[in-house]
C-alpha cells in the first residue's frame, strides 16, 4: 500500500547472523543511497550478529553511519526476535540485503511468504539451492552445464581418509564447506596429506563438505537481472591478490583487483553470457544473481563455480558495477529489483487463489 505520499516503504534488512555481517551493513548503506527517495521511504531493520532484532532508532543510525568498508562497522545489539513492524505489515516490500547463511539462502525469503509480504531476490527454493554448493552442482550438472569435477563427503562418510577421491580427482583441490561463503572454511590443498586438516577445517563450519579439483583459472564474474528479455550483463574479473580469493582478500586487505568489464575476446564474452543466463535458469533464479566462473588458463573451458543470489552491493561491488557498464544505473536497478518483488507477489497470490478454487466449489455443492 502506498502511503499519502504516494511513496513505498522499503523495509530495507541488513547484518545479520553470517560471518558477512559487516559487508551486509556497508552494502545496505549503499543501497539507501541510491534509492530515490522520491518514491520510496526506508524502513531500516537491522539483525545483530546473534539474530536479534535492533530497535527502530537503532537500525536507522547504523544505516545513516558514513563508512564504507566492513571494518568501520560498529557492532550494535537488537532486542527484537523479530521485527515487530515486519509483522504488523508495516511495510511495503522486503529488500533483504543479507550475505551468506541466514538471510541469503531461503530463511528470511521463506519468512517474508508466510508473513505474506513482497520481498526482493530469489525466491525460497532458488536462495537454498544457490547457497548449497552441492545442490547448485548437482542442478548445474544436469542441465549439462560445465562444473569443476568434485566428491561429496558428509560428516558420516568421514573417517579421516579420502581414498574414493584419489581415483576421481587430482591435486591441487580445493575443500570448502557446502553452505557458507566469503571463502570461510575454504582451503587450496597441495599434498594427500594435507587434505585431512582441510577436511577437519570445513567440517567446523558444516557437516557437508565438497572436495573438488582445482583449476589454473582466472575468475570471472557474470551479473543476471531478471527482466523480459533478462539484463545479463558484460562479465568481470576478480584477480586474487593472494594465492585464492580467500577471506582476506574479499575483506581485509583489498590486495585483489577487480577489472570490469574482464578483457575477454568477443567469443568468450559470448559464451560466458550464455552459460550465466542457463546457470541462473537451471538453479530456478528469479531476481538477481552473481554468476562466478572458473575460467581454466588451459583448456579455455568455462566452469560454473557458484552463484550469489543476494551479491555484494557496496560502491566497488561487482554486481552493481556490471549491471551500470551494461546500461542498468544502480537506482534503476533498485528500481526494477522491487518492481519484480512487487509482481511475483502479485502472481502468487493469483496462484494461490486458483489453488482454492476448486476447495470452494466442493464446499458450496455439499452444502
Ligand atoms: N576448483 C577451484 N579451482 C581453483 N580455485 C578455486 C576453486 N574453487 C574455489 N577456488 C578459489 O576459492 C575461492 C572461494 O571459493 P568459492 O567456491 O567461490 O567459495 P565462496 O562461496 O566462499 O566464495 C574462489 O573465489 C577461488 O579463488
Ligand atoms: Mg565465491
Known sequence: MLDLRGKLRVGLVFGGRSGEHEVSVVSARSVARCLDPAKYDIVAMAIDRQGMWAAADVAQRILEESGDRADEVLAFSGEHRLDPRLLAGDVDVVMPILHGPFGEDGTIQGLCEMLDLPYTGCGVAASAVTMDKVLTK???????????????????????????ARGELSLPLFVKPARLGSSVGVSKVKSWEAVSPALELAFRFDDVVVVE???????????????????????????PGHEFYDYADKYLDNACKLLAPAPLSEEQVARVRELALEAFRACGCDAMARVDFLLDRESGVFYVNELNSIPGFTPISMYPRLLGLTGVPYPELLDRLIGLARSRHQKRRI?????????????ASHS
Do not use: C, M, Y
Open 138 to 164: 548437482r542442478l548445474l550438472r544436469d542441465a549439462g552445464l560445465p562444473v569443476v569435477p568434485f566428491v561429496v563427503v558428509t560428516r558420516e562418510q568421514w573417517s579421516g581418509s579420502l581414498p574414493q
Open 213 to 239: 579439483r582445482g583449476v589454473p583459472a582466472r575468475e570471472i564474474e557474470v551479473a543476471v537481472l531478471e527482466g523480459d528479455p533478462p539484463v545479463v550483463s558484460l562479465p568481470g574479473e576478480v584477480v
Open 351 to 363: 496462484l494461490a487463489a486458483a489453488a482454492l478454487q476448486p476447495l470452494a466449489e466442493r464446499a
